[in-house]
């Protein structure tokens, strides 16, 4: 059972940064398409963004464009998304994924079999 881990939540103004990772526990995970979304309170967990397993295609939801950039380390099993500029919009629980789909990047939340418990992102204006 492959197990994922967010870290780098917290709280930030307006216009500053944060970076979150994602450990992911076996190997595996290095040919799993990667992806980060978001649930802020109320609202049904959206797309961010997303990576394949190869790191060359990423894909990013319009409102996060030029702002946030997904990336991926295989060797270290890790996934990370560094966030510029937020916004108290971006305010939410982030949450890692892992999963295979017939597409280069997965989009959906069906196309990823395992998450991350979450980490709170606080954005004050």
């Known amino acids: 059972q492959v197990q994922l881990v967010e870290s780098g939540g917290g709280l930030v103004q307006a216009g500053g940064s944060l970076r979150l990772s994602c450990a992911a526990s076996e190997g595996t995970i290095v040919t799993y398409n990667r992806g980060w979304f978001r649930q802020a309170p109320g609202k049904e967990r959206e797309f961010v963004a997303g990576i394949s397993w190869t790191g060359r295609n990423t894909y990013y939801r319009d409102s996060v464009k030029d702002r946030f950039t997904i990336s991926r380390d295989n060797a270290k099993k890790m996934v990370y998304l560094q966030m510029n500029s937020l916004k108290p919009e971006d305010t939410a629980v982030y949450y890692c994924?892992?999963?295979?789909?017939?597409?280069?990047?997965?989009?959906?939340?069906?196309?990823?079999?395992?998450w991350g418990q979450g980490t709170q992102v606080t954005v004050s204006s």
């Open positions: 994924g892992a999963g295979k789909s017939s597409s280069i990047i997965a989009r959906t939340r069906d196309e990823y079999r395992y």
